[in-house]
């Protein structure tokens, strides 16, 4: 299968954090949700796939391309949004966007118009006058506007409604209907990815727990309650994770084809989140 982007044994180390041996890969036409708990890694990893930070070994390929090598050649095709606004506050989006075109070898005027009218957002607006979502928005329309194959998007809908949040995800929802291109979604807001992430990439203290296709990964995984006296150590090392209060225990299995060989019927099965595998993966137990 293609891949838009490649990752393969990404190391980088500072001097209480460390990315080991990060590894995963995104295919043309698919959207991955890059997730994990706030500190896990997600922006570091982002920063180095856009050279913004120099690695320690791996090796990171865009378009097929090294990252490095053809930097100026791949940042031409990619677009990049950000939680945080990197815009001159004083000027108009207008303005703004004649300091951005001429930065791309491929400015379509006449598509940054039809996505800034689309989007409902004013010309003459100053980005200081802007809300956090029209940010967002006006960053969608400058990386849609120069022919972006791949837009890589660091915690985009942090911190927004969700009314403007649904936009954002129906925006990327039609922009993946192009198969040619991807969308790399680093988030911890992991509702966002339950309707519109293919593949989901988990990151945890810099490392890779798994990068699998999302169906296959809430199909396979399972999360089980009942009566504590159900559980031994033996059965508890088939969990990734257990929470157990005083009324019983709620746990993530792996595999869902093993219930009936722990558990006959004497338990409840509930299908898990993202936000469930997330959890239990990064903190394996929760005890209340």
Do not use: C
Not at 137 to 165: C, N, Q, W, Y
Not at 271 to 280: N, V
């Amino acid at each position: 299968m293609n891949s838009i982007l490649e990752v393969k044994n990404l190391n980088k180390s500072f001097k209480d954090f460390s990315l080991k041996n990060v590894s995963f890969s995104l295919p043309r036409g698919f959207i991955m949700g890059f997730i994990g708990p706030n500190g896990a890694g997600k922006s570091t990893t982002i920063k180095l796939i856009m050279n913004l930070l120099k690695k320690d070994s791996g090796e990171i390929k865009v378009f097929g391309l090294d990252n490095i090598k053809n930097e100026k050649e791949i940042k031409n095709k990619i677009g990049f949004v950000y939680d945080e606004n990197y815009f001159y506050e004083e000027l108009t989006i207008s303005e703004m966007k004649n300091v951005i075109a001429p930065l791309y070898k491929f400015w379509d005027k006449d598509a940054f118009d039809k996505h800034i009218k689309n989007f409902e957002l004013s010309p003459k607006k100053k980005i200081k006058d802007l809300s956090k979502g029209m940010k967002m928005k006006f960053s969608l329309a400058v990386a849609l506007s120069h022919g972006a194959e791949l837009l890589i998007m660091d915690e985009p809908t942090s911190g927004l409604d969700p009314l403007v949040r649904g936009e954002l995800l129906d925006i990327l929802s039609f922009l993946i209907q192009d198969e040619n291109k991807g969308v790399f979604f680093s988030t911890h807001i992991t509702s966002d990815l339950d309707k519109t992430a293919d593949y989901i990439t988990l990151l945890h203290n810099g490392e890779v727990l798994f990068s699998t296709a999302k169906d296959e990964l809430l199909d396979s995984y399972t999360i089980i309650k009942g009566d504590k006296k159900l559980l031994n150590e033996a059965v508890k090392q088939n969990f990734i994770g257990i929470k157990e209060n005083s009324f019983g225990f709620e746990g993530l299995l792996r595999d869902r084809n093993s219930i009936k060989t722990l558990f006959k019927d004497n338990v409840i099965v509930e299908k898990p989140t993202l936000e469930d595998i997330m959890l239990y993966s990064t903190r394996r137990s929760l005890n209340d």
